[in-house]
């Protein structure tokens, strides 16, 4: 289970939330202009990293407000939230060396704590 | 329920080779799909030299961790075919593999709780018929002489307005499905290698010529990848990207219990899947966590949701206790279906994509599989489940269809 800090609401359980996938998609400039090739990156291709994941949230039960967000997906740890359309912040530190506090981002970037994960167990 | 009691281990299972300098093909993933791929590449195509390679250890991934249902019942003429052929498959092999793996056909019921689940349910079940797969539909009254414990009174929220019906279908147990085809895999000259974890690959141009392990490098003439989960990982060591995003799936299983569930009950709209192991013990699974999630661990709330369901359909359930919970990866495509098939890279073929029901397709998967990497050309059965089609749009859109949310 996340604890997901709204960048409005402050932090808040994880059904609170919905989840966007990727961050950073831009809808294409030319459509018209698009090989088959090109439409099936933007529509069906997204990053899959094991790691830092640049990705889109909406707090549907709060604010409802959709906002970034850097997340380790092997950890899970929240490295930072941050407003829609501002760019990734810098790539931040490796996630066992984030310990709660800001990433190194723009000043748009607001500092959070990491997750909790409840009871995770394997 | 079967009373069956559980094979007998042979006195003997497989060997633990050191891996050879060179090998015909090497086969990425020591699972299910790894070792029936090995085992068809060696029994259809006689293709013995080669190695599956395994980070871990044999079957110790999302083959130890999936719920074991085996079902047939898609939507789509592409996955009816494949499905159903693995069905047919699973009904010989444990003759063929000389080892009972307890496949008990129990037949699955997919319950409907809305007009639109019923309207959805009997399209299914005319375009199974249609087929070849054995469905049936019941009303309320006969799934519950099915299965006497489910609850099917009007009064709960979502009431059980019928079922589909799929007699042939059932579970299996997947430890043993892994030992089976492992044990033959081996006796054939396959070498399987446990804790040699794949680390790159080499490539003559576009074309793959080697894989670099932690235990040295192997050259090779045609690589498999069938590593569910991280098939996007090591599609990007090879230098392409896969249309697969990897997602936390759990499952849970009660302490043992008398026989009380006779068959295997799955709810698509309430949400949970049911059946009773051999041993006893209830096993039930949900829906993957819906962010990407290589963490092996999945949330609570899906477990609460699918508990509550359970709960409420199975008023029994209310005093069993949860003996275990556990979580694997999964990749999942945007259609829902697998990809088996060719891939931007020469000698190099891809296994992956099947999201939350790859143990049911393990037998159709391995065969398809292995003639893809022996001949270098899609198999009749894998060919609409190609890499293109997200290029084509020729998508085999399974999402709501096949029975269950993916």
């Known amino acids: 289970m996340l604890l997901i800090p709204c960048p409005n609401c402050g932090p808040r359980d994880e059904t609170e939330f919905h989840y966007g996938g990727q961050a950073h998609v831009p809808y294409p400039e030319n459509p018209n202009e698009l090989s088959d090739t090109e439409w099936s990156r933007y529509l069906f291709y997204r990053e899959n990293p094991k790691g830092v994941f640049a990705e889109r949230w909406v707090h549907s039960t709060g604010c409802r407000q959709w906002f970034n967000m850097l997340r380790d997906t092997v950890s899970y740890d929240i490295q930072a939230v941050y407003p829609m359309g501002v760019p990734r912040p810098a790539a931040p530190l490796p996630a066992a060396a984030v310990t709660g506090t800001a990433s190194t981002g723009p000043a748009s970037t607001t500092p959070l704590s990491t997750t909790a994960p409840e009871g995770a167990t394997k | ?406």
């Open chain 2, 1 to 406: 329920m079967s009373t069956q009691h559980l094979p007998e281990h042979p006195d003997f299972l497989w060997r633990n080779p050191e891996p050879k300098s060179s090998y015909d093909a090497v086969i990425v993933g020591g699972g299910g799909h790894g070792l029936a791929t090995a085992y068809f590449l060696a029994k259809n195509h006689g293709m013995t030299n080669i190695a599956v390679l395994e980070k871990g250890w044999l079957a110790g991934g999302n083959m130890a961790r999936n719920t074991t249902i085996i079902r047939s019942n898609y939507l789509w003429d592409e996955s009816a075919a494949i499905y159903e052929h693995a069905l047919k498959l699973w009904e010989i092999l444990p003759e063929e593999l000389e080892y009972d793996f307890l496949f008990s056909q129990r037949g699955v019921m997919n319950l409907a709780h809305t007009l639109g689940d019923v309207r959805e349910s009997i399209r299914r079940v005319g375009a199974n018929k249609l087929n070849g797969v054995d469905a049936e539909w019941l009303d309320p009254q006969q799934v519950k002489e099915l299965c006497p414990i489910l609850n099917i009174r009007d009064n709960i929220r979502y009431p059980v307005m019928g079922a589909t019906y799929q007699p042939r279908a059932g579970i299996a147990k997947h430890d043993h499905v892994a030992w089976a085809f492992a044990r033959k895999c081996d006796e054939m000259g396959v070498d399987i290698i446990q804790n040699c974890e794949v680390t790159g690959f080499l490539k003559d141009g576009d074309r793959v010529v080697g894989v670099k392990t932690s235990r040295g490098t192997i050259n090779t003439e045609k690589v498999g990848l069938c590593a569910a989960g991280h098939s996007s990982v090591l599609a990007e060591m090879a230098g392409f990207q896969l249309p697969i995003q990897s997602h936390p799936l759990q499952a849970l299983v009660s302490e043992l219990h008398e026989p009380v569930h006779p068959t295997v009950v799955m709810s698509n709209h309430v949400h949970v899947y049911v059946s009773q192991a051999h041993k006893g013990e209830l096993v039930m699974g949900a829906g993957v966590d819906s962010y990407n999630g290589y963490g092996q661990r999945g949330s609570f709330h899906v477990i609460e949701q699918q508990m509550a369901a359970a709960v409420e359909l199975f008023p029994i359930f209310a005093r069993a206790h949860v003996l275990r919970t556990w979580g694997g990866i999964v990749d999942t495509t945007l259609d829902a279906s697998p990809i088996v098939g060719l891939t931007p890279v020469e000698n190099m073929f891809v296994n992956c994509g099947w999201g939350t029901g790859g143990f049911k397709g393990t037998p159709a998967a391995g065969l398809t599989f292995a003639h893809t990497i022996a001949t270098g050309a899609p198999h009749a059965l894998n060919k609409p489940f190609s890499l293109e089609r997200f290029e084509t749009g020729a998508l085999i859109d399974e999402h709501g269809a096949a029975a269950v949310a993916h």
